[in-house]
């Protein structure tokens, strides 16, 4: 079994109980003792599936998601017509157009 090293110091990892359908499995950091118990069962999953392999390796920015969304022409208001990240010709009542304006998470 091939296991990342930790997301948080980057030690090695080692696999303290092997899951089974009654037991979780536990694996844990030799260098910090980061832990993670999961319900991964031994042999079922491969490698890159496992909880503890499963990464997110870049978080997308707000900028990103405000950017994917006003391009997005099902996200407007049907009175709108979208000009890729500029909504000031939105209708008022647009989602996009309030989510730029009042400066919220999209």
Known sequence: MKLKPCPFC???????????????MIIVCSQC????ESGDVSGFADDKHLQ???RYEEFP?????FSAMANDKEAHHP??????DDTSACHPDCPVRKAK?????V
């Open 79 to 84: 009175g709108c017509f979208p000009d890729g």
């Open 61 to 65: 920015t707000r900028d990103s998601l």
């Open 10 to 24: 980057g030690g090695e990892a080692e696999v303290e109980r092997l899951g089974t359908k009654r037991a979780s």
């Open 52 to 54: 503890w392999n499963m």
């Open 101 to 105: 304006e009042d400066d919220v998470d």
């Open 33 to 36: 003792g980061c832990c993670l």
